[in-house]
């Protein structure tokens, strides 16, 4: 297939393009950086800006949009809750719309979105039948999926992809918390006793490549793994893959000095996601747990 990818230069996005490339399909990546004129299937856009290249929505089968400005990069003051935004809202809207105006449109459009849909709901089951919940990550979910539904009024097929904390060394929460964990200094978060919705990054790209192939796929699915755990229990398994003590507790009055309103939407909600969708598809999970996840990541 000839496929689209937004976010290719991300953590998750290289791991997709890498997998693309595997199955041998051809893949146009859309970059806000510098283009490289040696590589003709790099193209820009900039959604700040309103601007896309347009040959890189011309003759697709599919679109995977994975674009999104990195939710704990910075402190959430006012203007960085807008960048998170508008680099979600305003990319899919450009997006959308450049699609609308092809003649021939692909045939799927498989988006990103988060477990952050569901707000902080303690140790609620929460499947993808359940209610969005509040707060900003919530809000901006919402409206997200809300922007990437207007492909299917085009006629796409819309799959909506609501990440839990991908795991993998190349990126992520678990490149941020290796070097502490790895000095002994780590520790859980809070009481540890909020709920984590975590999936292993090959996991993560073997359900996007199910959702790309399988034509009865669409709406939304939690790409998570089937055994959430509690910021305790991550942090006991991480200890364990590196053999070190984990003394260091963080208490939530420190993370809410340190990461103001992020500590409470990011850090210290609990969200217990189960992803019914994707099992009901018959997939199945590399690694489904996680001691067993981080032991194998850690070591490749």
């Not at 820009?44 to 929505?57: F, G, L, N, Y």
């Not at 290796?178 to 520790?187: E, I």
Request: hydrophobic fraction near 45%; charged fraction near 20%.
């Amino acid at each position: 297939m000839r496929i689209l990818v937004t976010g290719a230069s991300g953590f998750f996005g290289r791991q997709v393009v890498a997998a693309l490339g595997r199955n041998r399909h051809e893949v146009l990546r859309l970059t806000r950086g510098s283009l490289d004129p040696a590589d003709p299937r790099l193209l820009h856009w900039d959604p700040s800006k309103a601007q896309i290249d347009e040959r890189a929505v011309q003759g697709l089968d599919a679109v995977i949009h994975l674009a999104g400005e990195g939710i704990a990069d910075a402190r959430w003051s006012d203007a960085y809750k807008q960048r998170l935004r508008d680099s979600r809202i305003l990319g899919t809207r450009l997006l959308v719309d450049a699609l609308a105006a092809q003649a021939a449109k692909p045939r799927v459009l498989l988006a990103a979105s988060a477990v952050g849909y569901y707000g902080d709901r303690g140790s609620e089951e929460l499947s993808e039948s359940s209610r969005p919940g509040a707060g900003f990550l919530a809000s901006l979910c919402v409206d997200w999926e809300a922007e990437t539904a207007r492909a299917a009024a085009l006629g796409l097929r819309v799959v909506q992809m609501r990440l839990g904390v991908v795991l993998g060394l190349g990126g992520g929460v678990l490149k941020k918390t290796a070097t502490p964990f790895k000095m002994g200094l780590g520790g859980k978060l809070g009481n540890g006793r909020q709920w984590m919705s975590w999936i292993a990054a090959p996991d993560a790209v073997r359900a996007l490549l199910l959702f790309l192939e399988r034509e009865r796929c669409s709406g939304a699915y939690n790409l998570c793994s089937p055994n959430p755990v509690t910021n305790a229990q991550y942090t006991q398994s991480l200890r364990r893959a590196f053999n070190r003590p984990a003394l260091m507790p963080v208490p939530a009055f420190v993370l809410r000095l340190a990461f103001g309103e992020m500590a409470d939407s990011l850090l210290l909600a609990s969200q217990k996601v189960l992803p019914l969708r994707l099992k009901g598809e018959g997939f199945t999970w590399g690694m489904p747990y996680v001691g067993e996840a981080l032991n194998r990541l850690l070591q490749d």
